[in-house]
């Protein structure tokens, strides 16, 4: 599936369930954004397989995670769209069967990242450049900041305009599992994002954000951010225009910028801090990546 235009029927139904998780059960304006965006292309899914996705039994809900996992997922995500599930229907049916509950987790396909090759990285921005729409530059800049520091999706929908510091060439990314890092931008990156910053985000919302969505309602509480199942779109529209092969996901760019830094003799000790990885052998296995792409190119080459 492409994107996920909303339906009023289901937008009614999201909009109730979200209405409680919030107010019933407290939950956070993040975690209802979440539960929206997951709901969202729940029910858009079921529409396109005519299926009521108020009526679903375990092995519907297995498929659809499944399908969720196919078109490039990781394992977290799609346990995130899991919980949301679950939530929406004990929010349905509280002394009822919930048919998420139980529902397996499908199994990622490879534990090892796939870039994108130079050129296909190359092909998607440029034409992304070729497009002066504010929408289409908007987008290069997001995807241009994926693709030159290989940062979170949830971390880069957070970024402040005051994290990011041109003249010293860095962004400071907050909260991560180790704490408050910068991350160094390669001149590109920069490039593009001071020609953001003065041609584009000033007709985008007025908020503290550094990406503040110029498609989002003016009347939206999403007004002035950037919302994390959007940064996902843009990555997946960019793909698909520039005709490069998928799955194009946010976490894709993250092991092209990861597998740039170490062909560019970047420390693996460095590249961990950069991502943002307590863990050394979460960083180890990019190395692998490398390896996988420096056989692709010895092909491509021959």
Not at 74 to 80: C, D, K, N, R
Not at 117 to 142: C, K, N, S, T
Not at 164 to 191: H, I, K, Q, Y
Request: aromatic share 6%.
């Amino acid at each position: 599936m492409r994107s996920t235009p909303p339906h009023p029927q289901d937008e009614a139904i999201i909009d109730a369930f979200v209405h409680h998780v919030t107010h019933v059960h407290g939950r956070s304006q993040d975690t209802a954004v979440r539960h929206r965006c997951n709901l969202r292309r729940f029910l858009h899914w079921c529409r396109h397989h005519d299926l009521d996705g108020t009526r679903l039994s375990e092995v519907e809900v297995t498929a659809f995670l499944a399908a969720e996992a196919a078109r490039g997922l990781q394992p977290t995500s799609v346990a995130s769209v899991q919980g949301t599930l679950r939530c929406f229907f004990a929010y349905l049916r509280p002394d009822g069967p919930n048919p998420a509950r139980a529902t397996p987790l499908p199994r990622s396909g490879t534990s090892t990242p796939v870039p994108y090759r130079p050129d296909e990285a190359e092909r998607i921005l440029e034409q992304l450049r070729a497009v002066r729409d504010l929408g289409y530059r908007f987008d290069l800049a997001v995807v241009a900041t994926f693709a030159g520091t290989g940062v979170r999706r949830r971390e880069l929908v957070r970024l402040r305009t005051g994290d990011l510091d041109l003249d010293a060439g860095v962004v400071t990314v907050l909260d991560g599992p180790t704490g408050d890092r910068t991350v160094p931008l390669p001149p590109v990156t920069s490039e593009v994002l001071h020609d953001y910053l003065t041609r584009i985000r000033p007709f985008c919302a007025r908020s503290d954000r550094l990406f503040a969505n110029p498609r989002a309602s003016s009347d939206s509480r999403l007004d002035g951010r950037l919302e994390a199942g959007v940064a996902s779109s843009i990555v997946r529209r960019a793909g698909r225009r520039s005709g490069v092969d998928g799955p194009h996901t946010c976490l894709r760019w993250r092991a092209t910028a990861t597998v740039a830094m170490l062909r560019a003799g970047v420390e693996l000790t460095e590249v961990q801090r950069r991502l943002g990885h307590v863990d050394p052998a979460a960083t180890a296995v990019y190395l692998r990546a490398v390896d996988t792409a420096d056989v692709v190119d010895r092909e491509i080459a021959r």
